[in-house]
């Protein structure tokens, strides 16, 4: 152990120990050239003997590292000593919710509800990461709460990063009683599903004051501890978070977050009361056919209902069993309330989580955009018109947002797709910084794209007349131009997009247009093996800087690729331009 006054690494000292567990001490220490106090987590190096604590103990330190966020401890140093590990982390001043249950028993259920919402944001903030962050062990002891009413999460040692290509955990990790079922092995892989179980489990013990072994490990309905709650949406949103099965629970941080944060609609004397309103609704309009003097009494009931009926579909979207059903959903919101914007956030954002776009998501996408069943016709995007009418920013990063996830993950003709998505986002004058710069790179991209499989197309048809106005107006050296202005932002653009996907992308781009027969075409526009050896060289570079410690299997995976594309792209500048060169001297013999 560190004794008191010990001064560590020549900057921290240490004051007194305010915290202990099994294998580490946590002191409270001092940098007085500085004059900020900081917590110091001291781990011996025999405690961590075993794979499984050693990779917690690392896995701790490194993810803190890449973290911002308020409700989370920044960690500042960490120290390799002989016989320890040590940490220094921001000091969280306060106490835990653990002590404040023991002090103060069970907590009102709107405070409790006000911690839920401020926990749901830092889960959703460590789900949104690249690989997502899986914390696995929130239970009361695990969070502080500062003087100022704000929370903080700590102890990240049996957190994980989501492995996309595993299929369950390769260890049970996390409390007893908090834990899911998938977190006792052989059931699954942990996901943002086992957080959200953690956090109801939490919830139940902080609205009850019981923890979970003293409920033998059952969740009963928080009405049967606490009438006052029974039929409540609070206890709704419990029972939901802690269902055995993931598939029942909430699905996301941005599901349940929606549901705290209209937890009072789904109190059972709230549906009453909409049930009622939408009685009185019908009545209204009963009456209005008999006498116009009722009529501002329906126009106001009317208003009120079209907020229900948003709400409604809105809750629809999250509970819709394909992308197809959510896009149903949030376009017959759209279509209530178009100055409303969740149901464009919700669209873009399931949009952005699919994998693969397929052409029926795609159309599905198209019909919400115009308020109609019908996909295709020469009807304007009537919904998207309101949206740009009423909010031209969010238009536009609605247009980027859907631009991005169509141009890289359409199953076919993303290019064409995605043209017209990003065209919409780059010329709104409202949206500005790094993702409007994108957006207009992305739209010439997508255009010169469009332009080229046209060409091919007119090719292979032996369309000669097509063919040559497109070799005119549309010429390969064109889009290479801006293949090129791509290569030279590829770490603009993941900082832009926070997605390492987009720029891995583009260098599969760069490296696929010099495959094949493309190499000949765009040599034959002018393109010189100068610049094309250039944007491979800057693409080569940027995966090469790319840290693979925390990545995915399957991002290394795509890396790897991409790095083999590169190098088979470059080998085929070195024949096209080695055979350009044996010809020209075959040539000059003569």
């Known amino acids: 152990m560190l004794e008191t006054g ?50 917690g103990l690392i896995a701790e330190t490194e993810m803190l590292k890449k ?25 969280i001043e306060g106490k835990t919710l653990l002590d404040v249950l023991e002090e103060k028993g069970r907590q009102p259920a709107d405070t409790v509800t006000g911690w839920a919402m401020q926990l749901c944001d830092v889960l959703a903030y460590l789900h949104s990461r690249r690989p997502p962050v899986i914390y696995r062990d929130m239970k009361p002891a695990n969070i502080m709460l500062r003087p100022n009413g704000q929370l903080a999460l700590i102890d990240f040692g049996t957190a ?19 834990a899911a079922p998938e977190q006792f092995g052989a059931l699954g892989q942990t996901d943002e599903r086992t957080d959200i179980f953690n956090l109801g489990a939490t919830l139940f013990h902080l609205i009850t004051g019981q923890s979970p ?109 394909n992308f197809e059903k959510t896009a149903e959903a949030c376009g017959a919101a759209m279509k209530i309330l178009p100055d ?143 293949l090129e202005e791509m290569s030279a932002g590829l770490a603009e653009l993941e900082t832009a997009t926070g997605n390492i996907g987009y720029p891995i992308a583009v260098c599969e781009r760069i490296a696929q247009e010099l495959l094949g027969e493309n190499i000949t075409r765009y040599a034959s526009d002018g393109v010189s093996e100068k610049a094309m050896r250039s944007a491979l060289k800057r693409a080569g570079e940027y995966l090469q800087k790319v840290d693979e410690a925390g990545q995915t299997e399957n991002t290394k995976r795509r890396l790897r690729e991409a790095g083999e594309r590169i190098a088979q792209a470059q080998r085929s500048v070195d024949r096209q331009f080695s055979s350009a060169v044996g010809r020209l001297s075959e040539t000059s013999a003569y």
């Open 67 to 91: 973290l911002d966020h308020p409700n989370l401890p920044s960690v500042v140093d960490v120290i390799d000593q002989e016989d320890s590990f040590i940490i220094v982390m921001d000091y």
């Open 213 to 321: 072994a003293q409920s033998h490990f059952e969740f009963r309905p928080l009405g049967s501890i606490l009438p006052e709650l029974q039929g409540s949406g609070l206890e709704k949103v419990v029972e939901k978070c802690c269902r055995p099965d993931p598939q029942e629970r909430y699905h996301s941080c941005s599901e349940l977050m929606y549901a705290l944060e209209h937890v009072h609609d789904e109190d059972d004397r709230a549906i009453r009361g909409r049930n009622l309103r939408w009685r009185c609704f019908a009545a209204c309009v009963a009456v209005s056919l008999i006498a116009f003097a009722a009529g501002l009494g329906f126009r106001a009931a009317y208003m009120g209902s079209q907020e229900e009926i948003y709400k409604k579909y809105m809750r629809d979207s999250f509970t819709a069993e």
């Open 340 to 482: 409303q914007t969740a149901a464009w956030d919700r669209l873009a954002g399931v949009l952005e989580e699919l994998t693969v776009i397929s052409d029926e998501d795609y159309r599905a996408v198209i019909r919400c955009m115009r308020g109609s069943r019908e996909e295709t016709g020469t009807g304007e995007d009537e919904n998207l018109q309101l949206l740009k009418r009423r909010d031209p920013e969010m238009y536009a990063d609605f247009n980027y947002r859907v631009g991005m996830a169509i141009f890289f993950n359409k199953e076919s003709a993303g290019e064409n797709c995605s043209r017209e998505f990003f065209r919409n986002a780059a010329e709104t004058p409202e949206f500005s910084g790094p993702k409007s710069s994108v957006a207009k790179i992305m739209y010439s991209l997508a255009d010169q794209y469009t332009k080229i499989r046209e060409m091919e197309a007119a090719e292979l048809c032996d369309d000669r007349s097509l063919v040559r106005g497109f070799e005119v107006e549309r010429g390969y050296a064109e889009c290479w131009s801006m």
């Open 6 to 55: 010990f001064l560590l690494d020549g900057k921290y000292k240490i004051l007194n120990v305010i915290g202990q567990g099994g294998m580490s001490v946590v002191y409270l220490a001092i940098n007085e050239r500085a004059n900020k106090t900081w917590a110091v987590k001291e781990v011996r190096k025999d405690g961590v003997n075993s794979g499984i604590l050693r990779q």
């Open 160 to 178: 994980r990063e989501y492995k996309y290509s595993g299929d369950e955990d390769t260890a049970w990790l996390g409390t007893r009683g908090y």
